[in-house]
C-alpha cells in the first residue's frame, strides 16, 4: 500500500465573481521511502498541492490517502491531529519561536502530543544532535546563524518521527553553501528511512530527489524517475 495516494485532486478558490482553478486534477501515489521534489513556476498549483498533502487545506474534488487514512474530507481538529502526527514541516522562514531555546522549539510537536516533560526533553535533545546541534540546545534562534536555525527546524521536523517530513523551498532564505548543507542533511535523512518530499522552484534543489513531480497550470505535466 502506497504511504500516500492521490487521486483527481482538484481544489478551486473563488475570488469575487471570479473561480480559480488552482489544482485541476492530480493522481499520483508516493511509497514509503521515497525522496520526491514538487516542482513547479509560479502560479502552478504547486503550494496549493504542498498545503493538501500537508493536510494544512482540503481538496475540492478528489481523494487524498495519507497511510491509509482518508484525509480529504476531515474536520480541522482531526487534519490537526494528523499534521502533528504523521508530517515534519520544515519551511522557507523556519517559523522558530524567538523567545525560547532550541532545545524547547523542538519540543513544542511532543507538547501537543501530550509526551512527559522528560521524555519529551530527551527526544528533543536527540533530535537536534542527529542534525548536528547537539552543543547549541540552549541557545535561542537570535543566537544562530540561518543555517543552524534551518537544522533547528528539520529537528523539529524529526522529534516525532513523522511519516513524512514535508519541506517547502528549504533553502529559499540560506546562502548557496548553507543550502548545500542542508540538502545534504536531507540526503543523509533520506538514506536513514525518512519519507522526504520538497517543494522548491530550483533545480539544483529538485536534483537531490530521486524521483521529480513537475506541476503546470494545476496539472501533473510529468513524473520523472532520477537515478
Same mark, same amino acid.
Given at each position: 500500500?502506497?504511504?500516500? =495516494?492521490?487521486?483527481?485532486?482538484?481544489? #478551486?478558490?473563488?475570488?469575487? $465573481?471570479?473561480?480559480?482553478?488552482?489544482? =485541476?486534477?492530480?493522481? $499520483?501515489?508516493?511509497?514509503r521511502g521515497e525522496y520526491v521534489a514538487i516542482m513547479g513556476?509560479?502560479?502552478?498549483?504547486?503550494?496549493?498541492?504542498?498545503?493538501?498533502?500537508?493536510?494544512?487545506?482540503?481538496?475540492? =474534488?478528489? *481523494?487524498?490517502?495519507?497511510?491509509?487514512?482518508?484525509?480529504?474530507? /476531515?474536520?480541522?481538529?482531526?487534519?490537526? +491531529?494528523?499534521?502533528? @502526527?504523521?508530517?515534519?514541516? *520544515?519551511?522557507?522562514?523556519?517559523?522558530?519561536?524567538?523567545?525560547? #531555546?532550541?532545545?524547547?522549539? *523542538?519540543?513544542?510537536?511532543?507538547?501537543?502530543?501530550?509526551?512527559?516533560?522528560?521524555?519529551?526533553?530527551?527526544?528533543?535533545?536527540? $533530535?537536534?544532535?542527529?542534525?548536528?546541534?547537539?552543543? @547549541?540546545?540552549?541557545?535561542?534562534?537570535?543566537?544562530?546563524? %540561518?543555517?543552524?536555525?534551518?537544522?533547528?527546524?528539520?529537528? @523539529?521536523?524529526?522529534?516525532?518521527?513523522?511519516?513524512?517530513?514535508?519541506? +517547502?523551498?528549504?533553502?529559499?532564505?540560506?546562502?548557496?553553501?548553507? %543550502?548545500?548543507?542542508?540538502?545534504?542533511?536531507?540526503?543523509?535523512?533520506?538514506?536513514?528511512?525518512?519519507?522526504?518530499? *520538497?517543494?522548491?522552484?530550483?533545480?539544483?534543489?529538485?536534483?537531490?530527489?530521486? @524521483?521529480?513531480?513537475?506541476? =503546470?497550470?494545476? /496539472?501533473? $505535466? #510529468?513524473?520523472?524517475?532520477?537515478?
Amino acid at each position: 500500500m502506497s504511504l500516500l =495516494r492521490m487521486e483527481d485532486l482538484a481544489r #478551486s478558490y473563488e475570488m469575487g $465573481a471570479e473561480t480559480v482553478h488552482a489544482l =485541476r486534477g492530480i493522481s $499520483a501515489t508516493i511509497d514509503r521511502g521515497e525522496y520526491v521534489a514538487i516542482m513547479g513556476p509560479s502560479g502552478s498549483g504547486k503550494s496549493t498541492l504542498m498545503n493538501i498533502l500537508g493536510c494544512l487545506d482540503t481538496p475540492t =474534488r478528489g *481523494v487524498y490517502e495519507l497511510n491509509g487514512t482518508d484525509v480529504s474530507s /476531515l474536520e480541522e481538529n482531526a487534519l490537526a +491531529d494528523i499534521r502533528n @502526527r504523521e508530517i515534519g514541516f *520544515v519551511f522557507q522562514t523556519f517559523h522558530l519561536l524567538p523567545r525560547v #531555546s532550541a532545545l524547547r522549539n *523542538v519540543e513544542m510537536p511532543l507538547v501537543y502530543a501530550g509526551m512527559d516533560r522528560d521524555r519529551r526533553r530527551d527526544e528533543a535533545r536527540a $533530535a537536534l544532535e542527529r542534525v548536528g546541534l547537539g552543543d @547549541r540546545v540552549g541557545h535561542k534562534p537570535n543566537e544562530m546563524s %540561518g543555517g543552524q536555525r534551518q537544522r533547528v527546524a528539520v529537528a @523539529r521536523a524529526l522529534v516525532n518521527r513523522p511519516s513524512i517530513i514535508l519541506a +517547502d523551498e528549504p533553502t529559499g532564505n540560506l546562502d548557496s553553501t548553507t %543550502g548545500d548543507e542542508i540538502m545534504t542533511l536531507f540526503d543523509e535523512l533520506w538514506r536513514g528511512g525518512n519519507t522526504m518530499i *520538497v517543494v522548491t522552484h530550483e533545480e539544483e534543489v529538485a536534483r537531490h530527489a530521486k @524521483r521529480i513531480l513537475r506541476i =503546470r497550470d494545476g /496539472l501533473l $505535466a #510529468s513524473d520523472e524517475k532520477i537515478g
